[in-house]
């Protein structure tokens, strides 16, 4: 923590309220002041954006149940954060939580923690919380994320709009959602989520367990997709999987294993990155540009599916105790989402043991797998009482 | 070691408990963790403020097996939790739980091992992605030169 006391001359960007392009000021802050004081500070550089632009977006939708609108200093930004909600367009009530995003065109960045990371803490962040306003930066794509939590106001930031990695677009604004979401009781889970219209599963586990492969597989078959990486949660009036994005990330030679979805305007292959520690990035494919039947905004959960990549050749599900099934779900959630804690592992908790959870054994039969799952959803009946 | 008291880690560790297996999560170094067996009862007992001979002495009440069986697995069991950075020694006098972790004991059962199983493939992730928690002092120190040219 040396150097806390340390002094930042800020080229604070100060709009004039006339109208006229924002000027600069030169603007003295410590870094409690600078850090303390995002919620005020960014409000300033958004405006400062817009003027510079000219050209604002506005973008209405209903995310996890909540009608939330984000406002876009430019189109370039719009576009690269708006791919991903567009199955969740079209609400038009009064926002509940509003995020503003905003890239530096030729004015000052915010406030920014000097942390970097290279290949060996590729992906760093700074998170600060203090109770009135949650933070966190990403050095490597230089992204910051502010929430006003009493405002409902979140600030997005970063330097370069069009140079965002495919990934973050994939799963845009997670960690303002994540925060907020939270305090409405839906947790932000490192999991896919597929089904049919009257109830799906949550297909959990870490990074190459098999989550694409069963949710990839579910979307070829025509089944309802919520999500492939990030999905929220809720356990109240019932369990519930809402999706936030219609993305999936995969692995290029795994694509292989899809031709279906292999091709068309919804696949965004991985272009050598300029941010060296991801110069590795997985294909990003937007299923509602690929498969618009098949995103919707949520079902009921019926069952948690670990899947288990297997020699046998054959595919299967057993049931599978709820301490598993946490161990599952829980450790990878919040190692990815960086700022999780006890609440959050409380809450998993309280979704595991709601429902039934299997392994679901993957033989090598893509074909294979949306049958089981389908099956699975059948037997477990439209309350889900055929299981725990 | 019988009259030490021992916490959970937190907020560096975290855990819940579901159908009697406890879940703990070191958030520093990612390894996450199963005690299973009487193992989750162990960790209630010392969250309520029991020492290590009260635990020994409720579980010997509540389990049918030879009380230095007992005895001689709890202290295994504390010890690999401490070794693992997920219960820390507690200062102060444990008298005032005494009552409560009494109030614990159920009707003698088989006993049941406590044992710790412990995962490390989450730790690369955290690794790779550490987080760097800021408090009220503000963000570690600022970029001088890169705000100063409003880069």
């Known amino acids: ?388 | 070691m019988e009259r030490m008291r021992f916490r959970i880690n937190a907020p560096q560790v975290i855990t819940e408990t579901i159908d009697g297996e406890a879940i703990m999560i070191n958030l520093g170094t990612g390894n996450y963790y199963s005690v299973a067996g009487s193992g989750a009862e162990v960790c209630g007992f010392l969250e309520q403020g029991a020492d290590v001979e009260m635990v020994i002495e409720s579980l010997s009440q509540g389990y049918e097996a030879p009380r230095d069986s007992i005895a001689s697995a709890v202290r295994d069991l504390i010890a690999d939790l401490e070794r693992e950075g997920l219960i820390v020694p507690l200062e102060g006098d444990s008298s005032a739980s005494v009552v409560a972790v009494a109030a614990e004991r159920e009707a003698r059962r088989p006993f049941e091992k406590p044992y710790l199983e412990k995962y490390t493939d989450m730790q690369d992730l955290v690794l790779l992605d550490p987080v760097h928690e800021v408090d009220e002092r503000g963000w570690p120190h600022v970029q001088p030169a890169a705000q100063a040219d409003g880069a």
């Open chain 1, 1 to 388: 923590m040396a150097g806390h006391t340390s002094s930042l001359l800020l080229r604070q960007t100060v709009p004039d309220g006339t109208g006229t392009p924002a000027r600069a000021d030169d603007v003295t802050l410590n870094s409690a002041e600078a850090t303390n004081g995002l919620h005020r500070i960014c409000p300033q550089h958004f405006r400062a954006a817009l003027t510079a632009s000219g050209k604002p977006v506005t973008r209405a939708f209903r995310i996890a149940g909540h009608a939330v609108r984000l406002h876009f200093a430019d189109d370039v930004i719009a576009r690269r954060l708006t791919r991903a909600f567009a199955h969740l367009e079209g609400d038009t009530q009064e926002p509940e939580l509003t995020v503003n995003a905003w890239q530096s065109t030729g004015i000052a960045a915010p406030p920014l923690p000097a942390i970097h990371s290279d290949a060996a803490t590729r992906g760093a962040v700074a998170h600060f919380d203090d109770g009135r306003a949650r933070a966190l930066y990403q050095p490597a794509i230089r992204i910051l994320n502010v929430l006003d939590v009493p405002q409902d106001v979140g600030w997005f930031w970063t330097e370069d709009a069009a140079g965002i990695p495919e990934w973050e677009c994939a799963t845009p604004i997670r960690h303002i959602l994540h925060w907020w979401l939270a305090e409405r009781g839906a947790q932000q889970v490192h999991a896919a989520a597929v089904g049919n219209k009257s109830g799906g599963v949550l297909v959990v586990g870490k990074g190459g367990s098999g989550k694409s492969t069963v949710s990839l597989a579910c979307a070829t078959a025509g089944m309802a997709y919520a999500g492939d990486d990030y999905v929220a949660a809720t356990v109240t009036p019932e369990p519930y999987v809402h999706s936030l994005y219609s993305s999936a990330k995969v692995e290029p030679h795994h694509l292989l294993r899809f031709p279906a979805l292999s091709e068309g305007p919804g696949v965004v292959r991985p272009e050598r990155s300029e941010v060296a520690p991801f110069d590795t990035e997985k294909t990003v494919l937007y299923l509602h540009e690929l498969r618009p039947d098949v995103p919707v905004s949520g079902f009921p959960l019926r069952a948690i599916v670990l899947p288990k990549i297997t020699e046998s050749g054959t595919s299967g599900l057993a049931p599978i105790s709820a301490p598993r099934a946490l161990a599952a779900l829980a450790p990878s959630t919040i190692v990815q989402l960086h700022t999780a804690g006890q609440d959050a592992l409380e809450a998993m908790k309280r979704l595991v043991a709601e429902v039934p959870s299997f392994e679901l054994e993957l033989g090598g039969e893509i074909d294979a797998i949306a049958p089981l799952v389908s099956q699975l959803l059948t037997d477990l009946g439209s309350d889900g009482t055929a299981g725990r």
